[in-house]
């Protein structure tokens, strides 16, 4: 009797042994779960971070705004250089508005001869012009530029180098260049500064937001009142 006695005291123990050994497992595999579930948040959050930096970066390193046609100047004939440079523009494929407001944008400027860091004045955004020489004329009335070497009278090239941007295509007249508009740069030189033939011209469009649009052009012998830069 004494023997099944102690046989029994010892199956107790061993039974009490494998609770507290299944209570631990189930404590462990709690604690697992709990873990595993912190660790896969943190990756999620880290992979949209990631996510949300590289497309940043893209947006960043790639520019918003492209060329969308022919680069012109335009020929003074008595000097035999140009006294207007234009560049249509357009969204660049796959990024969004671009914000062409004079405090949002630079443009720098350089030839053979010269170079200047941000020759821009503002744009011309309350309705859509249809040629270089109306937009000048607006440009003028609004102070854009001191003289307008285009006018029908009393034509003159402006005191200083300067660039304004207005719009061919305008859908909501605002200064935000959207998807379905066309704007042009239009840079109007002083007289000491009109670009000649064999001269090398680089324009570089740096807005707030994406990488730099530079263009360059090498000035061929003019012939044309408005010369095809392409």
Known sequence: MAENKRFRIGAKRRGIIGIEAAIVLIA?????????????????STTQKAKTTIGS?????SSVVSVS?????????????????????????????VDLEKSAVAIKYLS???????????????????????ALAQAKTNGLIDQN??????????????????????TNNNNVLDKSETA??????????????????????????????TVTRDIPTLTDSFQDLT
């Open 28 to 44: 462990f595999v709690i604690v697992a779960a709990a873990l595993s579930f912190v660790v896969l948040n943190m990756g999620f």
């Open 57 to 61: 970066g893209l947006q960043t390193s």
């Open 69 to 97: 046609g022919t680069v012109v100047g335009h020929l003074n004939s008595t000097a035999a250089a140009l006294d207007v440079i234009t560049y249509p523009l357009k969204v660049a494929s796959g990024s969004e508005s």
């Open 112 to 134: 053979h001869t010269i170079s200047y860091d941000n020759i821009y004045n503002g744009t011309l955004s309350d309705k859509s012009y249809g040629s270089l020489s109306a």
């Open 149 to 170: 070497p285009l006018a029908t009278s009393g034509a003159k090239n402006p005191s200083k180098t300067v660039a304004i941007i207005y719009w061919s295509t305008n």
């Open 184 to 213: 042009v740069l239009a840079i109007v030189f002083q007289n000491s500064d009109m670009p000649k033939a064999l001269d090398e011209v680089t324009t570089e469009v740096t807005p707030s937001i994406g990488a730099p649009l």
